[in-house]
């Protein structure tokens, strides 16, 4: 079941987003849980941890952290 797989680790990053204070952070908190569910799911590890740094850089940018 790839599940659990994909789900823990989007979860785990989504409760530390508040925690970080600056792009950066954010930014590598996104691009570690983008290569972990792009690594279970059997997609490219560098594309899913740069979407998720594009997404972790952007997010207060948008409103959603």
């Known amino acids: 079941m ?3 797989k994909i789900i823990l ?8 987003a ?6 950066a952070q954010r930014a ?3 691009a570690v849980a983008g290569g972990l569910v ?3 799911a059997g997609g490219s ?5 740069a ?5 972790g850089a952007l997010c207060r940018d ?3 952290c």
């Open 28 to 30: 590598g908190a996104g």
């Open 51 to 55: 979407l998720g740094a594009a997404g």
């Open 9 to 16: 680790p989007l979860i785990f990053v989504t409760a530390l």
């Open 45 to 49: 590890v560098v594309g899913g941890a």
């Open 38 to 40: 792009a690594g279970a």
């Open 18 to 23: 508040g925690c970080f204070h600056s792009d």
């Open 2 to 4: 790839r599940s659990p």
């Open 62 to 64: 948008a409103g959603l």
